[in-house]
C-alpha cells in the first residue's frame, strides 16, 4: 500500500497568504528527490557557511560549495566500492556534518538509509541493520563498529565505513575504510548520476517509542520533498540566517526541519543539552527545531533566577507576569485567537481589545524590566521556534507569548514525513497544533465507527497527503492496520478541530488511563498542569484499572532545597552522614508529602475543565529523573511510558495496595 501523490498536489489546499509567502522561497517544484537540491544551492550560495560544529575537535565549518562537493565525494566512493542503485545501508550515528554528508551521499548513489543512532542498544541496531537487509555500513566510529562486529557475521554486510578518521581495524573479515579514505576515493573517480523517481524509497526510520519490535517506515523521495515545498508555508527562512540545532538529526522531525532550512541556504550550527544555552546567547539563533522539553528547562531556568531576586523584585515580576497574562488573553480575544472563546462575538472582541488597551502599559513596562532580559537568554534575534514532538504545556506557551518568542508548535509523526499541522505566524493559535499544510487533510473520526465526526467533537485524527510514508518496511498487516484503502492514516491520537481546521490534541488513544468507574483519563494535560508547580520536574500519571489516579513524580532539587532551607529543614537524599544540627528529613516525610499533595491539588483544580476524577490519589517521589540515557525517554524527551511502567511496576502496585 503506497502513497503516490503528485509532486504538485501539495498546492491542493494552499492559501492565498500562504501561496504569497512560498513566492518569496527558493522553488522546488520541479525537483524529484532531496540530493538534486545541494548543487542548486552550492551554485547560487557555494560561500555561504552551511553546516558549523563549533564543539567538534577541531572545530568543523562547512560552505554549500564544499557540502555539495563531499556528497557527490561520498556518494562517487560508495559506487567505487560496489554499492549498487537501491541497495541498503544502516547509518548508525549521530549529529555531525558528516552525518549529513553520509546521509545525502547514500542518497545520492541511489541506495537507501536505514538511520538510527549510535547511543541505541546493540541488539536494537543489529535489528535494524538485519531487516532492512543492508548490505553496508556506516557507524560513528571504531567503539560503534566494535559494538555490532560479532552480530554482523551472519549478516550480509560486505563493507562498513567509519565516520571518524580511526585507522580502519586489519584483523576486521570485512572491508572497512574511514570518512577520508572514502572521499578521496571519490576523488580519484566520476560519479555515475542516478535519476531518482520520486516515488522510490528514500530512507528507512525505525520506530522506537512503543512496544514490539521497531517497525521500519519508508518515506520515499516524494514524502520529503514534500516537506521542502511545503515547510514554506509556516516560516520564511532568508539565506545566511542562522538556525540551531539540537535534536536527533536522524529523527524524521530534525531531518525533515534540516532539509528544509538548508535548502533555503541558512547555516546550520550544531549544539547539545550541555551547551544550548550557551549557543543560544553566541550565536543568536533565527531558527529552532525543539521539543516541549528544552522550553520547559529554559523555562524553569529563568524561573530560578526570578526566584533567586530580593522578596520585593519578586513580587514586582510576579505582579508583571499575571498582568501580562490578562493582556495576552485579552489579546487573544479581541484577534479571534482563544481557544477558550471560540465563538465570541464582535462586542466581547470588541471589549476584549479595550481590556488589551487598558492593560498594555503594564504589559510594556514588564518587557522594559523583564521580559527583554528574558530574551537575551536566547540570543535576542529568534524569529520563530518550530516546537514538536510532543504537547507544549499551556504555561510554558503562556509564557513564552509574554516574553516575546513566537513559538509554533507543529504535528506530525514518523510515519507522516512528519509534519502535517503547524500553526503560522499570522495565526499562531495557542493550545492548537494548528492548521494542516498544504497538501495535507485532516480528519476526525469515532473511534470504534470510523465515522467522521463533525468540528467540535472529539475522536481519533486521521491524515492524508502526500507525505504519509509508503508503509511499513516488509510488514504488510502493520500497514493495512495504519492505512486503509483510501490512503488515511490512523495517527492513533485524540482530538478535535475548530471551525478553522486549527487541530486540538487531546491524548494518545493509546496513552488513555481508564479508572475503574469506566472514566477515560487523558492524562498529558493534567501532567502539564503540575508541571506549574516550580517542586515538579517531571511527572507521570498512572492507574489503569485503579479507583483514582496515581503519579510517579521527579522533585526539582533545587526548588525543594530551597523550600527545606526556609523551613529550618536539612534534605535527607544521598546525604547520610550530614552533621548539621538542623532536623534532617526524607522525601517520605509528612511536611515534604503534604507540600506536594497540596501542589497537586491546587495545580490540577486550577486547570480547566476540572473533573473530580482528574484528582491525583497516591504518589510517589523518585530521585532518578526520566532521561534518553536510563532508557525512560525517547530521543524527542518524551517519557517511555510502557518503559517506565514496567521499572517501577513494584512501586506502582504498592501505591494502589
Same mark, same amino acid.
Given at each position: 500500500?503506497?502513497?503516490?501523490?503528485?509532486?504538485?498536489?501539495?498546492?491542493?489546499?494552499?492559501?492565498? =497568504?500562504?501561496?504569497?509567502?512560498?513566492?518569496?522561497?527558493?522553488?522546488?517544484?520541479?525537483?524529484?528527490?532531496?540530493?538534486?537540491?545541494?548543487?542548486?544551492?552550492?551554485?547560487?550560495?557555494?560561500?555561504?557557511? !552551511?553546516?558549523?560544529?563549533?564543539?567538534?575537535?577541531?572545530?568543523?565549518?562547512?560552505?554549500?560549495?564544499?557540502?555539495?562537493?563531499?556528497?557527490?565525494?561520498?556518494?562517487?566512493?560508495?559506487?567505487?566500492?560496489?554499492?549498487?542503485?537501491?541497495?541498503? &545501508?544502516?547509518?548508525?550515528?549521530?549529529?555531525?556534518?558528516?552525518?549529513?554528508?553520509?546521509?545525502?551521499?547514500?542518497?545520492?548513489?541511489?541506495?537507501? +538509509?536505514?538511520?538510527? $543512532?549510535?547511543?541505541?542498544?546493540?541488539?536494537?541496531?543489529?535489528?535494524?541493520?538485519?531487516?532492512?537487509?543492508?548490505?553496508?555500513?556506516?557507524? *560513528?566510529?571504531?567503539?560503534?563498529?566494535?559494538?555490532?562486529?560479532?552480530?554482523?557475521?551472519?549478516?550480509?554486510?560486505?563493507?562498513?565505513?567509519?565516520?571518524?578518521?580511526?585507522?580502519?581495524?586489519?584483523?576486521?573479515?570485512?572491508?572497512?575504510?574511514?570518512?577520508?579514505?572514502?572521499?578521496?576515493?571519490?576523488?580519484?573517480?566520476?560519479?555515475?548520476?542516478?535519476?531518482?523517481?520520486?516515488?522510490?524509497?528514500?530512507?528507512?526510520?525505525?520506530?522506537?517509542?512503543?512496544?514490539?519490535?521497531?517497525?521500519?517506515?519508508?518515506? $520515499?523521495?516524494?514524502?520529503?520533498?514534500?516537506?521542502?515545498?511545503?515547510?514554506?508555508?509556516?516560516?520564511?527562512?532568508?539565506?545566511?540566517?542562522?538556525?540551531?540545532?539540537?535534536?536527533?538529526?536522524?529523527?524524521?522531525?530534525?531531518? $525533515?526541519?534540516?532539509?528544509?532550512?538548508?535548502?533555503? %541556504?541558512?547555516?546550520?550550527?550544531?549544539?547539545?543539552?550541555?551547551?544550548?544555552?550557551?549557543?543560544?546567547?553566541?550565536?543568536?539563533?533565527?531558527?529552532?527545531?525543539?521539543?516541549?522539553?528544552?522550553?520547559? @528547562?529554559?523555562?524553569?531556568?529563568?524561573?530560578?533566577?526570578?526566584?533567586?531576586?530580593?522578596?520585593?523584585?519578586?513580587?514586582?515580576?510576579?505582579?508583571?507576569?499575571?498582568?501580562?497574562?490578562?493582556?495576552?488573553?485579552?489579546?487573544?480575544?479581541?484577534?479571534?485567537?482563544?481557544?477558550?472563546?471560540?465563538?465570541?462575538?464582535?462586542?466581547?472582541?470588541?471589549?476584549?481589545?479595550?481590556?488589551?488597551?487598558?492593560?498594555?502599559?503594564?504589559?510594556?513596562?514588564?518587557?522594559?524590566?523583564?521580559?527583554?532580559?528574558?530574551?537575551?537568554?536566547?540570543?535576542?534575534?529568534?524569529?520563530?521556534?518550530?516546537?514538536?514532538?510532543?504537547?507544549?504545556?499551556?504555561?510554558?506557551?503562556?509564557?513564552?507569548?509574554?516574553?516575546?518568542?513566537?513559538?509554533?508548535?507543529?504535528?506530525?509523526?514518523?510515519?507522516? !514525513?512528519?509534519?502535517?499541522?503547524?500553526?503560522?505566524?499570522?495565526?499562531?493559535?495557542?493550545?492548537?497544533?494548528?492548521?494542516?499544510?498544504?497538501?495535507?487533510?485532516?480528519?476526525?473520526?469515532?473511534?470504534?465507527?470510523?465515522?467522521?465526526?463533525? /468540528?467540535?467533537?472529539?475522536?481519533?485524527?486521521?491524515?492524508?497527503?502526500?507525505?504519509?510514508?509508503?508503509?511499513?518496511?516488509?510488514?504488510?498487516?502493520?500497514? /493495512?492496520?495504519?492505512? +486503509?484503502?483510501?490512503?488515511?492514516? +490512523?495517527?492513533?491520537?485524540?482530538?478535535?478541530?475548530?471551525?478553522?481546521?486549527?487541530?486540538?490534541?487531546?491524548?494518545?488513544?493509546?496513552?488513555?488511563?481508564?479508572?475503574?468507574?469506566?472514566?477515560?483519563?487523558?492524562?498529558?494535560?493534567?501532567?502539564?498542569?503540575?508541571?506549574?508547580?516550580?517542586?515538579? +520536574?517531571? &511527572?507521570?500519571?498512572?492507574?489503569?484499572?485503579?479507583?483514582?489516579?496515581?503519579?510517579?513524580?521527579?522533585?526539582?532539587? *533545587? %526548588?525543594?532545597?530551597?523550600?527545606?532551607? @526556609?523551613?529550618?529543614?536539612?534534605?535527607?537524599?544521598?546525604?547520610?552522614?550530614?552533621?548539621?544540627?538542623?532536623?534532617?528529613?526524607?522525601?517520605?516525610?509528612?511536611?515534604?508529602?503534604?507540600?506536594?499533595?497540596?501542589?497537586?491539588?491546587?495545580?490540577?483544580?486550577?486547570?480547566?475543565?476540572? =473533573?473530580?476524577?482528574?484528582?491525583?490519589?497516591?504518589?510517589?517521589?523518585?530521585?532518578?529523573?526520566?532521561?534518553?540515557?536510563?532508557?525512560?525517554?525517547?530521543?524527542?524527551?518524551?517519557?517511555?511510558?510502557?518503559?517506565?511502567?514496567?521499572?517501577?511496576?513494584?512501586?506502582?502496585?504498592?501505591?494502589?495496595?
Amino acid at each position: 500500500m503506497s502513497n503516490t501523490h503528485t509532486a504538485s498536489s501539495f498546492l491542493s489546499n494552499i492559501t492565498k =497568504r500562504e501561496s504569497q509567502a512560498l513566492q518569496r522561497l527558493i522553488d522546488y517544484t520541479n525537483v524529484d528527490s532531496i540530493p538534486e537540491i545541494w548543487p542548486l544551492v552550492a551554485k547560487q550560495f557555494g560561500n555561504v557557511t !552551511a553546516l558549523h560544529d563549533p564543539h567538534a575537535k577541531p572545530e568543523v565549518v562547512i560552505t554549500y560549495a564544499q557540502l555539495a562537493k563531499q556528497i557527490q565525494q561520498f556518494a562517487t566512493g560508495l559506487q567505487v566500492l560496489g554499492v549498487e542503485v537501491g541497495d541498503r &545501508i544502516s547509518l548508525i550515528a549521530d549529529n555531525s556534518p558528516r552525518w549529513f554528508i553520509a546521509d545525502q551521499g547514500i542518497m545520492t548513489a541511489g541506495a537507501i +538509509d536505514a538511520v538510527r $543512532s549510535a547511543q541505541a542498544e546493540t541488539e536494537e541496531l543489529l535489528f535494524i541493520v538485519a531487516n532492512s537487509g543492508s548490505t553496508a555500513l556506516v557507524v *560513528e566510529d571504531l567503539k560503534t563498529f566494535y559494538r555490532l562486529q560479532n552480530g554482523l557475521e551472519d549478516l550480509p554486510i560486505k563493507l562498513v565505513i567509519l565516520l571518524s578518521d580511526e585507522a580502519p581495524p586489519t584483523e576486521s573479515s570485512l572491508k572497512v575504510v574511514n570518512f577520508p579514505q572514502l572521499i578521496e576515493m571519490g576523488t580519484n573517480h566520476t560519479l555515475v548520476k542516478v535519476k531518482h523517481d520520486p516515488n522510490t524509497l528514500a530512507t528507512l526510520i525505525y520506530t522506537s517509542g512503543t512496544t514490539g519490535k521497531p517497525k521500519g517506515v519508508m518515506l $520515499s523521495h516524494n514524502n520529503l520533498m514534500h516537506q521542502v515545498r511545503a515547510l514554506g508555508a509556516v516560516v520564511q527562512p532568508e539565506p545566511g540566517e542562522m538556525v540551531l540545532s539540537i535534536l536527533p538529526t536522524w529523527h524524521s522531525y530534525e531531518r $525533515s526541519g534540516e532539509y528544509f532550512l538548508l535548502s533555503q %541556504a541558512c547555516t546550520q550550527v550544531y549544539t547539545n543539552l550541555r551547551s544550548v544555552k550557551r549557543d543560544l546567547r553566541e550565536f543568536k539563533p533565527h531558527y529552532m527545531i525543539a521539543v516541549p522539553r528544552l522550553w520547559e @528547562s529554559i523555562h524553569e531556568g529563568v524561573q530560578k533566577q526570578f526566584r533567586e531576586q530580593p522578596a520585593s523584585k519578586q513580587r514586582l515580576i510576579n505582579f508583571l507576569l499575571s498582568m501580562s497574562e490578562k493582556y495576552i488573553q485579552a489579546r487573544r480575544i479581541a484577534q479571534g485567537l482563544s481557544l477558550d472563546h471560540l465563538n465570541s462575538s464582535a462586542a466581547q472582541r470588541f471589549a476584549a481589545s479595550i481590556q488589551a488597551s487598558a492593560l498594555f502599559p503594564l504589559h510594556a513596562l514588564g518587557e522594559r524590566l523583564v521580559y527583554a532580559k528574558v530574551r537575551e537568554a536566547t540570543g535576542g534575534e529568534i524569529k520563530y521556534v518550530i516546537s514538536g514532538g510532543g504537547a507544549l504545556p499551556k504555561h510554558i506557551d503562556n509564557f513564552f507569548e509574554i516574553v516575546g518568542v513566537e513559538l509554533l508548535q507543529g504535528y506530525g509523526l514518523t510515519e507522516t !514525513a512528519p509534519v502535517t499541522n503547524a500553526r503560522r505566524p499570522w495565526r499562531n493559535f495557542r493550545g492548537s497544533s494548528g492548521q494542516p499544510i498544504p497538501g495535507t487533510e485532516v480528519k476526525i473520526v469515532d473511534p470504534e465507527t470510523r465515522v467522521p465526526l463533525p /468540528a467540535g467533537q472529539r475522536g481519533l485524527v486521521l491524515l492524508r497527503g502526500p507525505q504519509v510514508m509508503q508503509g511499513y518496511y516488509q510488514n504488510p498487516e502493520a500497514t /493495512a492496520k495504519v492505512i +486503509d484503502a483510501e490512503g488515511w492514516f +490512523d495517527s492513533g491520537d485524540l482530538g478535535w478541530v475548530t471551525p478553522q481546521n486549527d487541530l486540538i490534541l487531546t491524548g494518545r488513544a493509546k496513552d488513555t488511563i481508564v479508572l475503574t468507574n469506566g472514566e477515560n483519563i487523558e492524562p498529558q494535560p493534567i501532567e502539564d498542569a503540575c508541571l506549574r508547580s516550580p517542586y515538579i +520536574d517531571q &511527572i507521570m500519571l498512572v492507574g489503569q484499572d485503579q479507583r483514582s489516579l496515581g503519579a510517579l513524580i521527579v522533585p526539582n532539587i *533545587e %526548588a525543594l532545597e530551597k523550600w527545606a532551607e @526556609s523551613q529550618n529543614l536539612k534534605l535527607s537524599l544521598q546525604d547520610e552522614d550530614s552533621t548539621s544540627s538542623s532536623q534532617k528529613i526524607d522525601l517520605e516525610s509528612k511536611m515534604i508529602q503534604d507540600l506536594f499533595r497540596q501542589e497537586l491539588n491546587k495545580e490540577v483544580k486550577n486547570r480547566p475543565g476540572y =473533573r473530580p476524577d482528574d484528582r491525583i490519589g497516591p504518589f510517589k517521589l523518585i530521585l532518578e529523573p526520566f532521561s534518553i540515557e536510563n532508557g525512560l525517554m525517547t530521543q524527542t524527551l518524551k517519557i517511555r511510558r510502557h518503559v517506565v511502567t514496567e521499572r517501577y511496576h513494584d512501586m506502582i502496585n504498592g501505591m494502589f495496595a
